[in-house]
């Protein structure tokens, strides 16, 4: 541990900051979210002391501990949670509890689960719609050739509020070799807006460590960065 997190954060804003601005944005119009997964608390507080107040968690039953724990801790801490990865239908009472943004609705059967829950809760969450981009078997997310018509779907339901997309980009060596998929991504954000302008489809969440710089150059407004903050995860 030779790099503080205040250190990597440090040298991450100044990275996004320059990709901001060589996609004629502001830095600030891009939000930094730190993925916890496998993160200790006592690292989030120092994240946290750093700056950072928007935090990803990609399984809820390893949140719940942590974000319980740490709202015990700081009541007064008005951080924000975002769950990023695939929703178990049977967790979505407890993801709304705990969760202030859903990232990850990557079908219509998540999108009910949380609306019901949500509607019982007397919350409306916001929520990006998960597209898989590359169409990969393994990966979740709304094929791109559906989610037009899932969009309308999903903006009937009651207690939710879509407010963008997300995608995980394939893993690759060269990050360059994934910016269509940023690309194709921000297109089909594009064209969401023509078929149903009175949603807000202002938030784009797309890169990670190893890409988020090309992320931004195509229009991310959201990066999901773990390694990046807080270094490599254990194996
Ligand atoms: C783990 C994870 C990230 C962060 O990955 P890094 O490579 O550590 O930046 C981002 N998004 C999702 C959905 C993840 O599961």
Do not use: C
Not at 6 to 19: G, I, P, S
Not at 94 to 114: C, K, P, W
Request: charged fraction near 25%.
């Amino acid at each position: 541990m030779s790099e503080s997190i205040a250190d990597r954060l440090a040298r991450v804003r100044q990275t996004v900051a320059e990709a901001a601005l060589r996609s004629g944005r502001r830095p600030e119009d891009v939000l930094i979210i730190g993925v916890t997964k496998t993160v200790p608390l006592v690292l989030i507080e120092e994240a946290w002391a750093a700056g950072l107040q928007h935090f990803g968690e990609n399984r809820v039953q390893e949140a719940e501990e942590k974000i319980t724990a740490w709202r015990a801790a700081h009541p007064e801490r008005q951080a924000t949670w975002h769950l990023i990865g695939h929703l178990q239908t049977n967790k979505a009472r407890t993801a709304v509890s705990l969760f202030e943004m859903i990232q990850s609705i990557d079908s219509l059967r998540v999108a009910e689960a949380v609306s019901r829950r949500a509607v019982q809760a007397g919350r409306t969450v916001p929520v990006l719609l998960e597209v898989n981009v590359g169409g990969e078997p393994t990966k979740y997310g709304f094929h791109p050739d559906a989610v037009i018509e899932a969009a309308g779907q999903v903006a009937r339901l009651p207690g939710l509020r879509i407010v963008g997309l997300m995608t995980v980009a394939p893993l690759v060596a060269d990050p360059e070799a994934v910016r269509p998929v940023f690309r194709r991504l921000r297109e089909l954000r594009d064209r969401l807006q023509i078929h149903y302008p009175s949603i807000p489809w202002q938030h784009l969440s797309m890169g990670m460590t190893n890409d988020y710089v090309v992320a931004i150059e195509e229009g991310a407004t959201m990066v999901r960065l773990g390694r990046a903050i807080f270094g490599e995860r254990p194996a």
